[in-house]
């Protein structure tokens, strides 16, 4: 395993060195006013295929610096009040760009796509996508996952209260969402829905949000969608900048501080972060619930080149989460009414170590992407001392390349090659999933051409996945029996997108995908502790395969915005864990050596179907009003016994007034309200599953950006739920039902009142 490793990094030095003899490049440009060719001063010019960008001059000049002679890029162009501009340019051209901008007031009307095989503007990507930016995830949220529920259509989040979020897109989540960052896929056990993703929530400059299947480029897993992670670009040559950001949120008293450096030195550049969050219990309109606070702790950085013949950057991360949890029975106290930031046992403690090696190399017009990593993912369930019962320890080395072509005659091919090792270990004496090894590998080949207004894509992969668990004997009887799964899978995908006019766009997919089954669904036999029950697995799973259409309409002008899209995804061999005929298990408590009756949950296979539509439209009927509206609703249905399929959640309208007025002294001022509806879900599992209530929250905030010398400092006060409304998500691990299948009434509220106090300051020189 590590002789692979260790020849695959030097295989990446041999082609660094010899793509280091690469011409370097120039170009230059400027950036005006469409209507009155004004140059505009500060204007952010991007590229972001090469992680580089600059902003314009006070002659609305810029200069990219030591980039590829050769090549066709997407350069993008944004300033405030006026229309983004993507705009694919010949870096070989000699002639100076110019990009005019028309003033708008929707400032993020073309976004840049990069978690597709093709890197392109939003219009012509025919992936249904979100971009979510920096600015929209701070606020009242408590994690990335929680931030991206709110702003993004058709996404989600299965919860345990506020410090443990898993991402759900188009009813989809655990194994069949992946999550990107540094452009690797996380690897964390993500078959356990009692913990979050391990990635620190303010490391993000944006987020892609894709939509829909994504096994062309990921192989396995990305059946609902992908959630990419983009942290900053380096700054120009020659210049510094960084940000410092604090918030504190009343309702759990959340401390969230985070500081951030980077630089670029003659094209050395370097970056670092250092975050911290802190947490008691939160608080529902019934008092604190018991033992829920969190504590965590991330550092990350990044050390690298960029040149003319493209990029190497190595990032590393090291992410820490204390999260207590309430082993609560039927009949037990579930609020108190103090609380403290000490966390009491039971609690978890999870670590993740990362590694990104990520490359980008140019060949005259060709270049090869090629990502190396290794993750380490601890997990650790402490009963009643710093001695863990439970212990997951798993490394996973990874590869991904991805080789695109010049384009021709419109047509720009990509081939690519994946994989992965995964090795994983139990270190404790309490049991749930054996120790096993993964082995997976992968290739595609996808094809886009474009003409005229249109885009059509293609391509087909080929999969290989083997899982093999380990038997393993404890005083005489076998706790796991083991398997040895090999899996393979032929997937295929098209896509095409038709512009219309500058304000209507539309674009489709069709394709198919697949999912392994991961070693929980193949040899869970033991107590689950996080979710009180006891899982039960089969070695004799198949892999899930997915059937997925889509289709969306994307309008923008002066006074509307919007999209609406529908899809239908139906899943062969869909795989989940049901308690079936009330059946349950008595064992030993090994702490107490009390008897406990637990729920058995047994993982099978049914065949499913999921259907619905997402969308968002925003008024403007003047230029400092905007009524923004998202909303989303997934149908899911258990074809095999025709049932509602479980774990879907409700449908969500989202509606805001923000007012932007300009005043005097005051920059980017805003303040807002808004109502977030969650429809009813009657449409349950009723095996164990009861339904949800609808309900309504109440939002608002306020906010304005303050000048420290020629540094903005970003204020803002944002509140949620602030008319304390108790209610239940459908989603909650918590809520009725969920808690307990002895009581189907004990369940725990979700958090209250919460109102955010928070700043942000980004700074830097301006060379």
Known sequence: MKLKLISCFIFSFLFLRIAAFADVNIVKGKVVDAKTNEPLIGATVSVPELHVSVATNTNGEFTLRSVPANGRYVVQVQYISYKTITQTVDFSSTTALVFALQPSIIETHEVVITGTPVTAGSKYNSTSASVVSKEQLQGSSTNLIDALSKVAPGVSQITTGPGISKPVIRGLSYNRVVTLSDGVKQQGQQFGDEHGIEIDQNQADRVEVLRGAA?????????????????????????????????????????????????????????????????????????????????????????????????????????????????????????????????????????????????????????????????????RELEDSTIPSLFFDLNTYSLDAKYSLHEFNGWRPVFGLSSSIGHSVNKGEELLVPAYDEYSAGAFGFVKKTWEKNTFSAGVRFDYVANKGKEQVVDGDEVFTGFDNKFSNLSGAVGFT????????????????????????????????????????????????????????????????????????????????????????????????????????????????????????????????????????????????????????????????????????????????????????????????????????????????????????????????????????????????????????????????????????PFGTNK
């Open 215 to 379: 096994s062309l480029q990921y192989g396995s897993d990305a059946l609902g969608g992908v959630i990419n992670v983009i942290e900053p670009s380096s700054p120009p040559e020659g210049n510094i900048k960084g940000d410092v950001l604090s918030s504190y949120s009343t309702n759990s008293g959340l401390i969230n501080t985070s500081v951030m450096l980077s630089g670029n030195e003659n094209g050395f550049v370097w970056r670092g972060r250092g975050s911290y969050q802190n947490a008691h219990d939160f608080k529902t309109p019934f008092g604190y619930y018991q033992n829920s606070g969190f504590n965590q702790s991330n550092f990350s950085g990044m050390l690298g080149v960029n040149k003319a013949w493209g990029y190497s950057h190595l990032n590393f991360s090291y992410y820490k989460n204390n999260i207590g949890f309430f082993d609560a029975e039927p009949g037990d106290e579930l609020y108190r009414n103090e609380t403290s930031r000490t966390l009491e046992y039971p609690r978890q403690d999870i670590r993740h170590y990362k590694l990104a090696w990520n490359n980008n190399f140019i060949f005259g017009s060709n270049s090869l992407k090629l990502d190396l990593g290794y993750q380490k993912n601890q997990r």
């Open 498 to 761: 038709h512009i219309f006019n500058d304000d209507l766009s539309f674009k489709s997919n069709l394709g198919t995908a697949f999912r392994a089954p991961n070693p929980a669904e193949l040899g869970s036999n033991g107590v689950h502790e996080g979710t009180q029950r006891y899982e039960i697995g089969s070695g004799n799973l198949s892999p899930e395969r997915s059937y997925q259409a889509d289709a969306t309409l994307e309008y923008g002008s002066g006074i509307i915005t919007g999209s609406f899209g529908i899809y239908e995804n139906y899943i062969h061999n869909y795989i989940y864990a049901s308690n079936t005929n009330n059946e349950q298990i008595t064992i030993t408590d090994e702490g107490s050596g009390d008897l406990r009756t637990l729920d058995v949950y047994r993982y099978g296979q049914v065949n499913a179907n999921l259907y619905g539509f997402e969308g968002n439209l925003t008024l403007h009927p003047v230029s400092f009003v905007h009524f923004e509206n998202t909303f989303s609703y997934t149908r899911a249905q258990n074809r095999s016994f025709d049932r509602p399929l479980p774990l879907i959640p409700a449908g969500v309208l989202h509606n805001t007034l923000r007012f932007e007025p300009k005043i005097k002294g005051l920059n980017d001022f805003y303040f807002y309200a808004g109502i977030d509806n969650f429809f009813k879900q009657t449409r349950v599992d009723a095996t164990f599953e009861t339904p949800a209530d609808g309900y309504t929250l109440l939002n608002a905030g306020i906010g304005a950006t303050f000048k420290l010398g020629s540094q903005p400092l970003k204020l803002y006060i944002s509140g949620n739920n602030l008319t304390n409304k108790k209610y239940y998500d459908a989603l909650s691990r918590l809520r009725p039902g969920r808690y307990s299948q002895e009581d189907p009434t004990f369940g725990v509220y979700n958090p209250g009142r919460n109102i955010t106090f928070g700043f942000y300051l």
